[in-house]
């Protein structure tokens, strides 16, 4: 089970607000503050070699989420028929309920099926507690130029933010972080 929740984190993580939270989406200013809440030190983050280290995309989004477009990167989950996009369900037990959104999906036993945002501080946190206990030293935030090149477009906001949740998951937790840019043929922006 443990294995299932880090092939879903290595895919790309994301984090959610729940279905009776009133999430708000973080300010870029906000987003763009210096970190000064707790440090855990327990990788050394000076050094990568000899690092078992992931990828972290953050992409995942859901309504109510605070952010305007309703669900990304899970597919179809709130059309009639509903279809997903993604290669696993992810296992949603250790979630909070302000974490969870319903989707249009049922499980076997009548329940709606819930996913996460990558927008929700828990969830965020949650994805790098599940790499320090799993042994995963840190991760590679993944930007997309073409999500960073307007600073007034949503998706500014919204990878801005998550880069934010990352970097406060990962001090918390005692996990290294760096950034990994994606060009994703975005010709503005190289």
């Excluded at 279905?19 to 970190?35: C, D, I, K, N, R």
């Excluded at 998951?169 to 922006?189: E, K, L, P, S």
């Amino acid at each position: 089970m443990g294995m299932m929740r880090l092939v879903v984190v290595t895919l790309a993580a994301a984090v959610a607000g729940g279905a009776g939270a009133q999430h708000q989406a973080m300010s870029v200013a906000e987003a763009l503050t210096p970190y000064d809440g707790p440090v855990v030190t327990d990788v050394d983050t000076s050094r990568v070699d000899g690092k078992v280290m992931t990828g972290y995309q953050g992409w995942f989004m859901a309504p109510g989420d605070g952010y305007e477009p309703g669900w990304v990167h899970w597919g179809g989950v709130g059309g009639d028929p509903p279809r997903a996009t993604v290669d696993m369900w992810p296992d949603m037990t250790e979630y909070g309920p302000d974490e969870r959104f319903p989707a249009n999906f049922r499980y076997a036993d009548g329940r709606p099926g819930e996913l996460f945002s990558s927008t929700v501080r828990a969830t965020v946190l949650r994805h790098f507690e599940w790499m320090r206990d799993y042994g995963i030293d840190g991760a590679w935030i993944q930007r997309f130029t073409s999500c960073i090149s307007n600073q007034a477009d949503w998706n500014y906001q919204r990878t801005t933010a998550v880069l934010n949740l990352c970097r406060e998951g990962a001090n918390r937790t005692g996990r290294a972080f760096g950034v990994m840019y994606d060009t994703d043929f975005n010709q503005r922006a190289i």
